[in-house]
Protein backbone atom coordinates (compact mmCIF):
# COMPACT_ATOMS: atom_id res chain seq x y z
CA UNK A 1 0.00 0.00 0.00
CA UNK A 2 1.02 3.81 -0.53
CA UNK A 3 2.16 5.72 2.51
CA UNK A 4 -0.43 7.30 4.90
CA UNK A 5 -1.38 10.36 2.46
CA UNK A 6 -0.63 8.48 -0.80
CA UNK A 7 -3.17 6.53 -2.99
CA UNK A 8 -1.89 2.44 -1.93
CA UNK A 9 -0.50 0.99 -5.09
CA UNK A 10 -3.25 -1.37 -6.07
CA UNK A 11 -7.27 -0.16 -5.27
CA UNK A 12 -9.73 -2.74 -3.13
CA UNK A 13 -11.21 -5.23 -5.22
CA UNK A 14 -12.52 -7.97 -2.93
CA UNK A 15 -14.34 -7.44 0.36
CA UNK A 16 -10.96 -9.13 2.27
CA UNK A 17 -8.74 -6.20 0.94
CA UNK A 18 -11.14 -3.42 1.91
CA UNK A 19 -11.86 -4.67 5.52
CA UNK A 20 -7.74 -4.63 5.01
CA UNK A 21 -7.23 -0.90 4.12
CA UNK A 22 -9.94 -0.22 6.92
CA UNK A 23 -7.95 -2.07 9.39
CA UNK A 24 -4.59 -0.50 8.35
CA UNK A 25 -6.36 2.89 8.38
CA UNK A 26 -7.99 2.55 12.09
CA UNK A 27 -4.36 1.44 13.14
CA UNK A 28 -2.63 4.30 11.44
CA UNK A 29 -5.12 7.21 13.12
CA UNK A 30 -4.68 4.93 16.51
CA UNK A 31 -8.05 4.76 17.18
CA UNK A 32 -10.25 2.42 19.08
CA UNK A 33 -12.99 0.72 17.10
CA UNK A 34 -15.48 2.00 19.98
CA UNK A 35 -13.74 5.30 19.15
CA UNK A 36 -14.61 4.72 15.36
CA UNK A 37 -18.20 4.12 15.59
CA UNK A 38 -18.61 6.95 18.10
CA UNK A 39 -17.16 9.59 15.59
CA UNK A 40 -18.99 7.81 12.62
CA UNK A 41 -22.45 7.84 14.24
CA UNK A 42 -22.78 4.45 14.44
CA UNK A 43 -23.82 2.01 16.54
CA UNK A 44 -21.22 1.03 19.49
CA UNK A 45 -19.68 -2.35 18.28
CA UNK A 46 -20.53 -1.97 14.44
CA UNK A 47 -16.90 -1.35 13.67
CA UNK A 48 -15.89 -4.60 15.57
CA UNK A 49 -18.74 -6.78 13.83
CA UNK A 50 -17.49 -5.34 10.70
CA UNK A 51 -14.02 -6.23 11.18
CA UNK A 52 -15.06 -9.73 12.64
CA UNK A 53 -16.38 -10.28 9.15
CA UNK A 54 -19.83 -11.13 10.65
CA UNK A 55 -20.89 -7.69 9.67
CA UNK A 56 -19.93 -6.33 5.57
CA UNK A 57 -20.36 -2.53 5.64
CA UNK A 58 -22.37 -1.13 3.33
CA UNK A 59 -21.53 2.01 0.43
CA UNK A 60 -23.67 3.82 3.40
CA UNK A 61 -21.12 2.58 6.26
CA UNK A 62 -18.53 3.12 4.29
CA UNK A 63 -19.10 7.08 3.14
CA UNK A 64 -19.39 7.53 7.41
CA UNK A 65 -16.09 5.43 7.68
CA UNK A 66 -13.83 7.09 5.47
CA UNK A 67 -13.38 10.70 6.59
CA UNK A 68 -12.91 9.39 9.85
CA UNK A 69 -10.63 6.90 9.01
CA UNK A 70 -8.65 9.54 6.65
CA UNK A 71 -9.39 7.72 3.39
CA UNK A 72 -11.64 8.27 0.35
CA UNK A 73 -13.69 6.28 -1.55
CA UNK A 74 -11.32 6.52 -4.44
CA UNK A 75 -8.60 4.43 -2.39
CA UNK A 76 -11.13 1.85 -2.33
CA UNK A 77 -13.43 2.08 -5.55
CA UNK A 78 -11.07 3.83 -8.15
CA UNK A 79 -10.71 7.17 -8.91
CA UNK A 80 -13.98 7.47 -11.00
CA UNK A 81 -15.68 6.91 -7.61
CA UNK A 82 -18.60 9.22 -7.13
CA UNK A 83 -17.05 11.97 -4.54
CA UNK A 84 -21.21 13.12 -3.92
CA UNK A 85 -21.53 9.78 -1.64
CA UNK A 86 -18.97 10.81 0.65
CA UNK A 87 -19.84 13.69 0.80
CA UNK A 88 -16.91 15.81 -0.53
CA UNK A 89 -18.67 16.40 -4.13
CA UNK A 90 -21.38 18.66 -5.11
CA UNK A 91 -24.56 17.53 -6.19
Known amino acids: MGGADSM ?5 TTEA ?3 ALLREAAK ?6 LEIDDRAG ?6 SKIMGESNSPT ?3 LAKLCPVLGIGFAEIFGADANPCVD ?4 S
Not at 8 to 12: G, Q, S, T
Open 87 to 90: GRGT
Open 28 to 33: RRGLTY
Open 17 to 19: EIL
Open 59 to 61: LHT
Open 42 to 47: LANGHF
Open 8 to 12: PDRLA
